[in-house]
């Protein structure tokens, strides 16, 4: 068996890498008059930086992964673990915009959006040597869609009238209605090895769960409970394997100790808060030994109205409370500017998201006027607009343990009393939050985000049937035409149509103000220097994380064998 | 003696009945259940997979029937099943979880014990006096220092700028590749900032503890004849004064048992410690019934038995006790 040996060097320390630094720089000058000038690739001139296989990656992880079974997992961690071993039929590629190919090589789309064939790679094995086949995916299919299986995500899949295992490697699915969305669910959640699983109640199989076999770019080493899970690069996987070798989670619940664990070496990634990126990261010693990165996370923060209550039913009104939010001021102070004000519940920079669409500018005097049309008056000057002697008065509740969301509420709040609104902030635990406020439709307005799929379709949240206690638009939002536009667009492969509806969606969205969208934050991974091969897309730095490699030269963690 | 000790042992029962109910009710009538963490504010999760859900894990009873299971259950040694999407039985987590806590909180506890009674002694023998109060005021900036704040800047200085001990976790990535000193030694100094952090909070109270304990016993009568004996006053201090300030001590040592498998939360967060205190607030955050109540009555066992044992001790410390 091989064991992962950890070099004996120290982590370089801020003042001896300044040394070094300085060092290279004095060479540099004095033999500047023969070199080529104008490189600044310090000590590493002369190193070969080609690609090579090995090394370790040390990544931080806040909460612990729960499940390695994709469709029984929640959590995020789980989930980034999972896709490690677990490889997709399709995904989207590095722009979040097109679907390619991973264990399926392709797949056609009947005319009328019904049917869809997939044809699966022929030299895929499980990693346990086992042929991958149409056969394990109709297994998943069907243990995603058995009512007894414990899975969040079977709704995608129950969509799916017909499933049929054509040969070996080819598969197909009829759908009753055209459904766009379809395409993009074949992803992971339905890859599982039949001749490991069947027969087997897979809500328990919690040996699986926690050892699981899969077929992608990874295999799980050992996972300890609460403190690492290591995973090896599967050699045979069939994209070619992965050149860093390991990958090692530690789960480190702070985000001051990850930091802390960074800068002596104990931590090759990272994601950073704003406060880290902003104001702790960027001396010299911390830039020469960690790239950052930034790029628009996929989900938005939000202020919800309760359209049942009568101070929100005027769309007036709720113009009014976005045009006295300064959205950029949030972004500032929340974000530390590490992120980009949100005005549609798309990512900005994305193909689905409508340009062309002004948003409501910061604006207190027509937030006056707005509310002045809506019979808003201060009649009795305390401050505070009233209309038939009740005055503008509601709560802002947030869910506990979400700072960002606290101090949001805190800005929106100063920013309305200034038109005469007063609003208090409340802050409850998540799950009496969830049970006795947004589902009893018991609450005025909520700070909340979104996380955003990469499929523009966002029927549950806005459609005015998805409205009842547990679904999610809690909002109550209804419009006729958001309706037709969320059904038709759902029911069309045609990139082109679809955006068109999902643009009018947009520009129905920001003239009646639902919500007041407040902005999208930007992950911020750090990244140790020595890992060559990251290439920022919008997808981040992830999706090609295969492609990573540490030259021979820099290479930390060497393996060898060992007892 | 026996009959003394079985009494107290029936005792035990009905309070722990009443423990268990108590808890039971507690954490099911707060607002939430196990199932929100997967279907709240997730649209992919359809409305009948709660249902589903609740009938798999048996929540669709009522209360009352839940209880009457979950205890039938436990009387033969079985906490059921985690209501995470990590279904493995309670017994494992807990004892994943618990070794950790015990072996820190051991080891903290001897510490402040090793450094509290000579505190404490000294600034009894040396009541007012400078190095008194030198203590005093060393013993309490411990414990009025948040453990979080303290914790990260000894991280800082120890693991970051001098180097000399890893920041956070239990053994290091390679631990398993150690011959077996490199592992007791990889240990160790994994040990040294968790433990004596965890100590320096508690020393303050411990030491006050000894102190006044002493200086109430210097003022007794007994230790008056021993000096009056002629004794030297390190024998009257050692072995009359120091034995006797010793009792209330041990009813601290005692009350303290149940504190060594509740784990802090904060503390282990940021030394990321896979502990009891994690594993118990996780567990309530994501209402996960069956953990919760495994967590409640292992803590409530050992505090009964924690108290018996102060008393036990007691018992034998002073036989007047005994006879009653």
Redesign the interface.
């Given at each position: 068996m091989l064991r992962l040996q950890i070099n004996k060097t120290r982590p370089v320390s801020g003042h001896k890498m300044q040394g070094l630094v300085l060092a290279v720089a004095l060479l540099a000058l004095a033999g500047c008059k023969s070199g080529p000038g104008g490189n600044d690739a310090g000590p590493a001139a002369d190193i070969d930086l080609s690609p090579a296989t090995g090394d370790a990656l040390l990544e931080g992880s806040i909460g612990d992964a729960s499940n390695l079974i994709p469709m029984l997992a929640g959590d995020s961690s789980s989930h980034s673990v999972a896709s490690l071993v677990f490889d997709p039929l399709l995904t989207y590629d590095r722009n979040q915009d097109q679907l390619e190919p991973r264990l399926a090589s392709s797949w056609d789309v009947s005319e009328d959006g019904l049917e869809i064939t997939f044809h699966l790679r022929e030299d895929v094995r499980w990693q346990d040597g086992e042929p991958f086949t149409a056969r394990d995916i109709e297994y998943g299919f069907k243990t995603i869609t058995d009512p007894t299986t414990l899975t969040a995500y079977a709704e995608d899949y129950r969509q799916v009238s017909l499933f049929e295992v054509i040969d070996d490697f080819t598969f197909k699915v009829t759908y009753d209605k055209p459904f766009a969305p379809a395409l993009a669910s074949w992803n992971n959640l339905v890859v599982l090895p039949r001749h490991l699983l069947e027969g087997r109640d897979i809500n328990s199989a919690t040996d699986f769960a926690r050892h699981p076999v899969g077929l992608g770019r990874y295999t799980l080493e050992s996972w300890t409970a609460g403190t690492t899970i290591s995973l090896r690069a599967n050699h045979d996987y069939y994209r070619g394997r992965a050149y860093v070798e390991r990958v090692v989670y530690r789960i480190i619940p702070d985000q001051q100790t990850q930091f802390l664990e960074l800068k002596t070496g104990g931590l090759d990634m990272m994601g950073l808060t704003p406060l880290q990126y902003s104001r702790q990261t960027s001396s010299d010693a911390f830039k020469n030994n960690f790239a950052r990165y930034k790029y628009l996370a996929n989900s938005y923060t939000y202020l919800g109205y309760n359209l049942r209550n009568d101070l929100f039913k005027d769309q007036r009104v709720r113009r009014a409370l976005t045009h006295a939010i300064n959205k950029q001021e949030i972004v500032d102070a929340v974000l530390l500017g590490l992120g980009a004000p949100a005005r549609v519940p798309y990512k900005p920079g994305t193909f689905w998201h409508n340009d062309s669409i002004e948003d409501l500018a910061f604006d207190p005097a027509r937030s006056r006027q707005l509310l002045a049309e809506a019979g808003w008056s201060d009649s009795d000057d305390n401050g505070v607009l009233d209309r038939e002697g009740k005055e503008f008065e509601f709560k802002i509740l947030t869910n506990q343990g979400n700072d960002l969301r606290l101090k949001t509420a805190t800005i929106i709040q100063r920013r309305f009393k200034e038109i005469g609104v007063k609003a208090d902030v409340r802050v409850i635990e998540w799950s009496a939050f969830i049970n006795d406020f947004v589902d009893k439709r018991a609450f005025d307005a909520v700070v909340l985000g979104w996380s955003l799929g990469l499929d523009p379709d966002q029927y549950d949240i806005w459609h005015s049937s998805k409205t009842s206690e547990k679904e999610f638009n809690f909002v109550s939002f209804a419009d006729q035409e958001v309706d037709d536009l969320l059904d038709s667009a759902r029911r069309s492969f045609d990139r082109q149509e679809r955006k068109k509806a999902y643009d009018r969606f947009q520009e129905i969205l920001v003239e009646q103000q639902p919500y007041t969208f407040l902005y999208v934050a930007e992950s911020l991974p750090a990244v140790h220097r020595r890992f060559h091969g990251i290439e920022p897309a919008p997808a981040g730095i992830a999706y090609n994380f295969e492609r990573w490699y540490v030259p021979a030269a820099l290479q930390k963690h060497s393996l060898s064998p060992g007892g | 003696m026996i009959a003394y000790l079985s009494r107290r042992l029936l005792g035990l029962v009905p309070l722990l009945l009443g423990i268990t109910l108590i808890s039971f009710m507690v954490i099911h009538v707060?607002?939430?259940?196990p199932m929100?963490?997967?279907?709240?504010?997730?649209?992919?999760?359809?409305?009948e997979?709660?249902d589903?859900?609740a009938e798999?894990w048996g929540l669709d009873e009522p209360l009352p029937v839940q209880y009457a299971m979950w205890l039938k259950r436990v009387v033969v040694g079985d906490f059921g099943?985690s209501l995470?999407?990590?279904?493995?039985p309670v017994i494992d987590?807990v004892a994943?979880?618990l070794p950790v806590t015990l072996v820190l909180n051991l080891m903290s506890l001897c510490l402040v014990m090793a450094a509290a009674i000579p505190i404490g002694v000294y600034s009894a023998t040396h009541p007012y006096s400078r190095s008194d109060r030198v203590a005093t005021v060393f013993v309490f900036l411990g414990f009025a220092m948040p453990t979080f704040w303290l914790a990260?800047l000894c991280?800082?200085l120890f693991?970051?700028?001098l180097?000399w001990l890893?920041?956070?976790?239990?053994q290091?990535?390679?631990y398993?590749?150690l011959g077996p000193w490199d592992k007791v030694l990889d240990r160790a100094r994994h040990l040294v900032l968790p433990v004596s952090i965890a100590a320096i909070t508690s020393l303050a109270g411990m030491s006050r503890y000894m102190r006044s304990s002493m200086l109430e016993v210097f003022r007794q009568d007994y230790v008056t004849t021993a000096r009056a004996k002629g004794l030297s006053e390190r024998v009257v201090v050692y072995r009359h004064a120091l034995r006797n300030a010793m009792l209330p001590v041990i009813t601290l040592l005692g009350l303290s048992v149940p504190g060594l498998i509740g784990g802090s939360v904060i503390f282990e967060?940021?030394?990321?410690i896979?502990g009891m205190g994690?594993l118990f607030y996780n567990s309530v955050?994501g209402?996960d019934y069956t953990v919760v109540m495994g967590v409640l009555v292992i803590g409530a066992v050992l505090t009964l038995l924690g108290n018996l044992l102060a008393d036990v001790s007691y018992a034998i410390a002073d036989p007047r006790l005994r006879r009653r």
């Open positions: - | 707060a607002p939430g259940s929100d963490l997967l279907t709240d504010m997730n649209p992919d999760a359809s409305p997979l709660r589903r859900l798999h099943n995470s999407r990590d279904p493995r987590k994943e979880a990260l991280m800082m693991g970051v700028e180097a890893p920041v956070s976790g239990l290091s990535l390679d398993d590749s967060t940021i030394f990321a896979p994690r955050m209402r």
